[in-house]
């Protein structure tokens, strides 16, 4: 059974800083392409960042230079390192994992961002 669990959501002040993790299970981590997105309240879900199995990063334009994501294959885990956040960064945040034939989607870790 594949399960992608979401933590490090909450409440934070604008400028603040959150770092949130995704443990996965049941699937082979490492050959993984990783990414977290968002959902705000009333919005469609949209891409955050992902990261490649061979590491190689891309960025929604929104939030380059202040968002960062990272794996570490041997705890099965991606990251989202989030500083200077901001209420548009508000939302749920989702981590997906794709391969060429399957794709995954945690259940969601709350953000709220008060300015």
């Known amino acids: 059974q594949v399960q992608l669990v979401e933590s490090g959501g909450g409440l934070v002040q604008a400028g603040g800083s959150l770092r949130l993790s995704c443990v996965a299970s049941g699937i082979l981590f490492r050959i993984y392409a990783m990414a977290w997105y968002r959902q705000a309240p009333g919005k469609q879900r949209e891409l955050v960042a992902a990261?490649?199995?061979?590491?190689?990063?891309n960025y929604a334009d929104s939030v380059k230079g202040r968002f960062w994501i990272s794996r570490d294959n041997a705890k099965n885990t991606v990251y989202l390192q989030m500083n200077s956040l901001n209420a548009e960064d508000t939302g749920i945040y989702y981590c997906?994992?794709?391969?060429?034939?399957?794709?995954?989607w945690g259940q969601g870790t709350q953000v709220t961002v008060s300015s």
């Open positions: 997906n994992a794709g391969s060429d034939r399957y794709r995954y």
């Open positions: 990261i490649t199995s061979g590491g190689s990063t």
